[in-house]
């Protein structure tokens, strides 16, 4: 079992940065690959980045390429999204999830494939 909770959140200015975090409680969190998603009112759940269970291998998201770094820190149970160069468009709710593999792959995108979700953080960005 799981928990994972959210912070980081809250109103910038467009061009600006945010950095979030996802603390995940519970035993053996490096097995564990963590992905972040977003959701904005009105639109699907959508992915954003994912890291392996080591924190060796990330997967991006083309729209955030270049901007967002996804990293974590397991001795602290904790994975970090840094939002650079922020736009209206990345305004959303973002939810870390973990999966219970320790690898990437095509699977990370999809938001069925993570057995745990934490309640989410807002990000608003504005023009």
């Known amino acids: 079992q799981v928990q994972l909770v959210e912070s980081g959140g809250g109103l910038v200015q467009a061009g600006g940065s945010l950095r979030l975090s996802c603390a995940a409680s519970g035993r053996s969190f490096a097995d564990y690959a963590v992905g972040w998603f977003r959701q904005a009112p009105g639109k699907e759940r959508e992915f954003v980045t994912a890291v392996s269970g080591s924190g060796g291998s990330t997967y991006l998201a083309g729209s955030v390429k270049g901007r967002f770094t996804i990293s974590r820190d397991n001795a602290k149970n904790t994975v970090y999204l840094q939002m650079n160069s922020l736009k209206s468009e990345d305004t959303a709710l973002y939810y870390c999830?973990?999966?219970?593999?320790?690898?990437?792959?095509?699977?990370?995108?999809?938001?069925?494939?993570?057995?745990?979700w934490g309640q989410g953080t807002q990000v608003t960005v504005s023009s």
């Open positions: 999830a973990a999966a219970g593999r320790m690898y990437l792959g095509r699977w990370c995108e999809g938001a069925h494939e993570y057995d745990y």
